[in-house]
């Protein structure tokens, strides 16, 4: 019998074979790593995390509970990267609370300004995680644009390849998108 693909492998593995995980996380792991350091290097003030702390606990929250109906490679890593960015943004939001403290009123985005760079950056990662939530329920398709191609680091046309639509639909999407987050976070 041939070589089992890495496709093979996750398709295993998200069907509950776990005896698999570890030759699965070491086939993955560097890709996994240039996606939590493409993260991570967007919010080096904010989050003090190492791209193997990041990829720790995407892999104890999400993978390893499993849950993830895996279809390629390319899923994986697109549904890899839509955990970090969830990881990092639940971290802002508990360092966000731990700054404002118990009972404390609620710190806005107007009151940041021109306050310390480290609440201002969770609260920014907190607030693209909203609106990242929010183009989830307006435009799926859009929101999964983003993940694939700014969060993974995939190219439009790996984007429109997982995502099945044309290079066309996913670039439009991408420009809708990229607009839509942009008017967003000057509000």
Do not use: C
């Not at 019998?1 to 699965?24: F, N, P, W």
């Not at 839509?82 to 985005?109: C, E, K, T």
């Amino acid at each position: 019998m041939g070589a089992v693909s890495l496709t093979q492998q996750l398709q295993r593995y998200s069907g509950g074979d776990h005896g698999i995980a570890e030759e699965v996380l070491r086939e993955v792991l560097p890709r996994l790593h240039q996606i939590a350091v493409g993260h991570l290097a967007r919010e080096r003030a904010v989050v003090p995390l190492s791209p193997t702390e990041l990829i720790h606990e995407v892999w104890l929250r999400s993978l390893h509970q499993g849950g993830w109906q895996i279809r390629d490679r390319e899923h994986f890593y697109s549904i890899a990267a839509h955990a970090m960015r969830r990881v990092l943004v639940d971290f802002a939001r508990n360092r966000l609370a731990q700054i404002r403290g118990a009972g404390d009123l609620p710190l806005s985005l107007e009151s940041l300004r021109g306050a310390d760079p480290t609440v201002h950056g969770h609260a920014q990662v907190v607030e693209i995680g909203i609106m990242m939530e929010r183009l989830e329920q307006s435009d799926p398709l859009a929101a999964r644009v983003v993940d694939l191609h700014y969060f993974a680091g995939l190219t439009l046309e790996e984007s429109a390849q997982i995502l099945n639509v044309t290079h066309r639909q996913a670039r439009h999407r991408w420009s809708r998108a990229k607009r839509w987050l942009q008017e967003g976070i000057t509000r």
